[in-house]
């Protein structure tokens, strides 16, 4: 869908190439890379699939500190304990071809980042599953490898020295957050519906969480009301892409969620194509290279144009920084 939207718009489409495990598990816990690519043999293994409604892997505890207290949890070896271990809420099974899939995004992450590293200016990788609510050792949100994180610590391994996260999705991009928290080559800035008002992530997403050591002051929220739609919105990406501007960034990564937009059944923003397209032209303006990785967006009716809207806006800001 959002592939065939941009060939028609006249997008260059490149394949994805494969790529070594050791750019993700600089991400991510190589326990919890593991556990995605094995969770669903273990549970045909074990024969819970069998039990009715339980063909997919998902979990049934979670180590929470409420249960823990001041007992650091054991990992458990039984894949319906390892479950709930690693995955924050049961909103994110894995199927037959989950891990294919994921391992899929993250290639196609990566080429993006080699497209940039070999001199393009601005890159598009369409990712899904999505993946910016993963953290360093955990999964959910629909996300289960945090593709964004991926792409900025490819590129600072490709030699930036600073690269710059802006996650517009509709939704707080929680997991760079996490990983990038007290890190100062890393800026993050995420512009998503105030979690405050009943969305997802609930509990993270607040202006006041700004980062720690290295990291203090890099890591920026800006939490707007539902119903917001393209000049609030705009105007507090504003915001923080005059910190972007500040950080001066040598890379930048877009979370490009297009969820945010009117009538996407997993918001209660009304943000526009235009909106997505002047807010991508803006990104794009900063003046580094770009790697875009495709997030939320979950109206067929509207994802390719969104896209495009988006990735013509992102074309023209690169072109005239």
Same mark, same amino acid.
């Given at each position: 869908?959002?592939?065939? =939207?941009? /060939? +028609?718009?006249?997008? #260059?489409?490149?394949? !994805? *190439?494969?790529?070594?495990?050791?750019?993700?598990? &600089?991400? @991510?816990?190589?326990?919890?890379?593991?556990?995605?690519?094995?969770?669903?043999?273990?549970?045909?293994?074990?024969?819970?699939?069998?039990?009715?409604?339980?063909?997919?892997?998902?979990?049934?505890?979670?180590?929470?500190?409420?249960?823990?207290?001041?007992?650091?949890?054991?990992?458990?070896?039984?894949?319906?304990?390892?479950?709930?271990?690693?995955?924050?809420?049961?909103?994110?099974?894995?199927?037959?071809?989950?891990?294919?899939?994921?391992?899929?995004?993250?290639?196609?992450?990566?080429?993006?980042?080699?497209?940039?590293?070999?001199?393009?200016?601005?890159?598009?990788?369409?990712?899904?599953?999505?993946?910016?609510?993963?953290?360093?050792?955990?999964?959910?949100?629909?996300?289960?490898?945090?593709?964004? =994180?991926? /792409? +900025?610590?490819?590129? #600072?391994?490709?030699? !930036? *020295?600073?690269?710059?996260?802006?996650?517009?999705? &509709?939704? @707080?991009?929680?997991?760079?957050?996490?990983?990038?928290?007290?890190?100062?080559?890393?800026?993050?800035?995420?512009?998503?519906?105030?979690?405050?008002?009943?969305?997802?992530?609930?509990?993270?997403?607040?202006?006041?969480?700004?980062?720690?050591?290295?990291?203090?002051?890099?890591?920026?929220?800006?939490?707007?009301?539902?119903?917001?739609?393209?000049?609030?919105?705009?105007?507090?990406?504003?915001?923080?892409?005059?910190?972007?501007?500040?950080?001066?960034?040598?890379?930048?990564?877009?979370?490009?969620?297009?969820?945010?937009?009117?009538?996407?059944?997993?918001?209660?923003?009304?943000?526009?194509?235009?909106?997505?397209?002047?807010?991508?032209?803006?990104?794009?303006?900063?003046?580094?290279?770009?790697?875009?990785?495709?997030?939320?967006?979950?109206?067929?009716?509207?994802?390719?144009?969104?896209?495009?809207?988006?990735?013509?806006?992102?074309?023209?800001?690169?072109?005239?920084?």
């Amino acid at each position: 869908m959002i592939r065939d =939207a941009a /060939a +028609a718009a006249g997008a #260059r489409i490149v394949a !994805a *190439e494969a790529h070594d495990e050791a750019a993700i598990t &600089a991400v @991510h816990d190589p326990g919890l890379v593991a556990f995605l690519r094995d969770a669903h043999a273990d549970w045909l293994a074990a024969g819970l699939h069998e039990d009715p409604g339980q063909d997919l892997v998902v979990p049934y505890l979670f180590p929470t500190g409420g249960l823990l207290g001041a007992v650091a949890p054991h990992r458990p070896e039984a894949v319906w304990a390892r479950t709930g271990y690693w995955c924050f809420d049961t909103m994110t099974p894995i199927g037959p071809g989950t891990w294919e899939a994921v391992r899929g995004a993250v290639d196609a992450t990566l080429t993006a980042v080699d497209l940039v590293g070999a001199g393009e200016r601005a890159a598009y990788a369409i990712t899904r599953p999505p993946g910016h609510h993963v953290s360093t050792r955990a999964y959910g949100g629909s996300c289960y490898l945090n593709n964004a =994180a991926i /792409a +900025a610590q490819a590129l #600072r391994d490709a030699g !930036a *020295e600073r690269v710059a996260i802006v996650d517009v999705d &509709a939704h @707080h991009g929680n997991g760079a957050q996490e990983v990038f928290w007290d890190r100062g080559d890393v800026l993050t800035v995420s512009v998503h519906v105030d979690p405050a008002a009943g969305w997802f992530p609930h509990v993270m997403g607040w202006a006041d969480e700004t980062g720690a050591g290295p990291g203090a002051g890099l890591n920026l929220n800006a939490p707007v009301a539902p119903g917001t739609g393209d000049a609030g919105w705009l105007a507090a990406l504003d915001d923080l892409l005059a910190a972007a501007r500040g950080f001066a960034p040598d890379a930048v990564v877009v979370a490009l969620g297009v969820d945010a937009a009117a009538g996407d059944p997993n918001s209660p923003l009304e943000v526009t194509g235009d909106g997505y397209r002047e807010a991508c032209r803006r990104i794009g303006a900063l003046g580094a290279p770009v790697v875009a990785v495709q997030e939320g967006g979950y109206d067929p009716a509207t994802l390719g144009g969104l896209v495009v809207a988006a990735l013509e806006g992102l074309e023209e800001g690169v072109r005239d920084a």
